[in-house]
């Protein structure tokens, strides 16, 4: 169990006609190589998996390495800014051929096992094919999957039913782990566990049959969800009636979803190329501010954590301390551009107060223009470069990294359930924010092979609830704090305003007459500005959420205290694990929340009219 070999130190009535003459003769950049991600690399790879039938037709396979050529250099030219990496587990047939045209085309791999090496190895019936498998294996990273619960070496190493839920589980890891599912496939339904079909059919609806799994009771089951992107090339099988299904043909090519309308189409479906274009944004930040992120940014990886943790925790913790410095980054701008913009309205409010009541000189409207001006230039800046959404998003992808990383150091992994971390969170809200999922399964693709182990287990308590420096408790605590201590600073001033302009008024009305004009001149401005600053305030205050933030803080500060009371109260590790999943649970369903709540406060020059 373990990894081994890693290269990783970071609705129409008829269906859209097959791909059967886009030109796949399009060889590689000379001397190209999709770059390495290493275990300190937060970018993002364009995960692709492969699954398909081992026997397949002779007379077929120069096309479908042609097929599956031009599907690679297709994706690498359209997202060039996604790393390619294949994710197969070298199987002969359908798994050795794409990765052999990977390999032609310099992506690196990424090869899962059902069971450790030594039985899966026991699948090749030639030295030939043995060899090459050891020889794919070399400069790729091998992730060894645990035998399922109740089994050992002896029970999974010959052909049966034990032995093929392990692929099945196999089956469900790439579908939960990758970003595009390549299937080299008949078309046919099959009921064989692990098979072709039910693979592509789990990712589609995350359903195996025969094989443990619980989603269809779960809520997010009807919403859309960017995990089913199937591309199929369509091949026969060499043997009696292997020919594919009805209404398909040899070598036809499409992208296949869920969507009942359009189910198969020529071009990638628009909102995944949304989806895999935030990935691209994602990486194109991490490599602009890398230098900053690997010296100012906070890990979770500590000194004090367990070294299983710290390796299968690394890509987690690579992908969180990203998101986390730029969250933080995107916030700054964002709560920058929205004083300036306030700030430019109070000095737009005093210039037509001056103008309209004491001064009419041509320079006031000058000096209004100019300061509408200037709130308009930092609203189109800063929607331009999307700080507020990419606030946001970072903000919920730190967050749910957060929460993966602790659950896989806690050594709480999806066992023979078919849901992961990543699979619910934010699954109810915008389709675009599927592409915070995608990076949580690739983060997460090694949380499968951690272990269950004390320390492990007592390391996340600690550094996720009770450690006043780290924990969350203490984080929410004092943020429930500092927001209450807001509040109330926002109402004095909102007050102190509007008491003080009555007071200029009646001061106004009773002294207009016997004090120097310059006086009078200064108390108008006063009356007319003071208002306006407590209506601005109000308005900053309610742009940025500071009442429903407070709600926020103080509930997630109660789940944590209630986490941490029942932690300590727990008579076993088992019953802890499921302490911190439903903790896990809760904080990503708030979290969830939260990013609803600041996306309809979105920062648009519009709303700052209110």
Known sequence: MGITNSWMSIAASEPARAVRDRPTDVPPTEGHRDPVIRGDDARVPLVVAVT?????????????????????????NDHPDLPLVLMSPLAEGADRLVAEEARALGIPLIVP?????AIYERDFETPASLQAFREFCLDAEVIELPLLPGDTPESVAEPGPRRDLHYARLGIYLCAHCHVLLALWDGKPSARVGGTAQVVQFHHWDRMLGFAGHSEALPQMLADDESDLVYHVVCSRDRPGGEPAEGLEPLDAW????????????DLPEDYRLVLERMSEFNRDAIRFDDAIRTASWPLVTEGAPAEAAEVGAPIDAAFRTADWLAIRYQDLTVRALRASYASIVLMGLAFVIYGDLYGNEWLILAFLLFFAMAAVVHHIARRRAWHRKYLDYRA??????????WVSAGLTSGRATKFAHDNFLQSQDVELGWIRHV???????GDIAGQTPVGLDFAVREWIDDPRTGQLAYYERKATERIGLSRRTATITLGCLLTGIAVAILLALVSDRVPRLWTDLLFVLMGILPLIAGVRQAYAQKRAENELIKQYLFMASIFRNAHRRLRDADSDAARRRILKALGDAALEEHAQWILIHRERSLEAGDLRA
């Open 397 to 406: 992808l730190a967050e749910g990294l957060r929460v993966q990383f602790y």
């Open 113 to 117: 096992l059902p069971f450790p090496v």
């Open 440 to 446: 949580m399964r690739y983060a997460g693709r090694l």
């Open 255 to 266: 992208w296949f979803t869920t969507d009942t309308g359009v189910p198969r189409t020529l």
């Open 52 to 76: 398909g039938h081992r026997d397949l037709v002779p007379a077929e396979i120069a096309g479908l390495r042609d097929r599956v050529r031009g599907f690679l250099t297709g994706l690498r």
